[in-house]
């Protein structure tokens, strides 16, 4: 991607200025260059529109004007119906199939500088008629690809999205670059690979929790021994009657909830923090308690 940061500089896309902002922002929050530029350019629109004519590729900006995206295909010497693109192929490269013009799969991407990796061009070659695939990228910007996506890959057919992948439409992080973290993914956050708001946002949507509103931590340090919050990662919040709310960077299961339950004697509800947040909120509860 510093390819990309290069190239907008040489061609005098964004000012010197902006450069900065992009690179102390990119510096200082984390995440993609992608995901930095939709942060920080004024008119995100106009902006990929201008890295397309850069990149000499055709830009589309409504719906309408990308025409069709491509359904399910029957592919030669298959029985059943596929994708043009799988969901999986599309979160890793962050593209998307249009359609399919003679020998060309006409892809819709949101990275100006895409690159045609095996798999993609494997692709191609399966659905040319010649068998001899050519690959047509064209720049679609950020709110448009989500769309796109959510259009070509309904929930409904495909399933929900794996946690790693909602990450990827929300950061415009590649899924090759999540695929070490999976599992994982607080750690892409001080790896610099996602923004910790987006890490955080994805998180509370993906769970269908509500996010930490930096409200004061009100819970006594008696509501969970500090060993239990260390091993979980989380923090207390505040108690609401009966109920404890936690604050929390990841998935618990089940068993953790009732262990939680367990030592706390009260019902334990979530809260959504960063880890950034919460390791923060966490040395500033151990620099209390400690005498």
Not at 67 to 85: A, N, R
Request: glycine share 6%; hydrophobic share 40%.
């Amino acid at each position: 991607m510093s390819d990309l940061l290069t190239l907008l500089g040489d061609q005098e896309t964004l000012t010197a200025e902006q450069l900065d902002l992009v690179i102390t922002t990119q510096e200082g929050s984390g995440g993609s260059l992608l995901r930095t530029l939709e942060r920080v350019v004024p008119d995100v629109s106009a902006f990929w529109i201008t890295m397309a004519k850069m990149t000499q590729r055709r830009c589309y900006s409504t719906p309408a004007s990308i025409e069709t995206l491509e359904g399910p295909i029957k592919v030669l010497g298959k029985k059943s119906f596929e994708p043009l693109l799988s969901r999986t192929l599309a979160l890793k490269h962050l593209c998307i199939a249009q359609r399919v013009e003679w020998d060309t799969l006409c892809l819709l991407t949101v990275d100006p500088l895409p690159t045609i990796s095996t798999e993609l061009q494997a692709r191609a070659n399966a659905v040319s008629p010649t068998g001899q695939g050519r690959i047509r990228f064209s720049l679609v910007a950020p709110e448009l690809f989500r769309l796109c996506l959510r259009l070509t890959y309904p929930t409904a057919l495909y399933g929900p999205l794996a946690f790693d992948e909602r990450l990827s439409i929300s950061g415009l992080v590649g899924g090759e670059m999540l695929a070490p973290y999976r599992y994982q993914e607080q750690k892409a956050v001080y790896a610099g690979v996602v923004n910790k708001a987006d890490y955080a946002d994805a998180l509370a949507v993906h769970l269908g929790l509500p996010r930490y509103d930096h409200s004061p931590i009100t819970a006594s340090p008696e509501a969970l021994p500090f060993a239990v919050c260390e091993e979980l990662g989380i923090v207390p919040h505040s108690v609401e009657g009966n109920v404890l709310t936690i604050l929390v960077t990841r998935v618990l299961t089940e068993d953790d909830r009732l262990y939680l339950e367990r030592h706390s004697g009260k019902a334990v509800t979530y809260q959504v923090a960063n880890p950034v947040e919460l390791l923060a909120l966490t040395r500033s509860i151990q620099h209390v308690e400690t005498p």
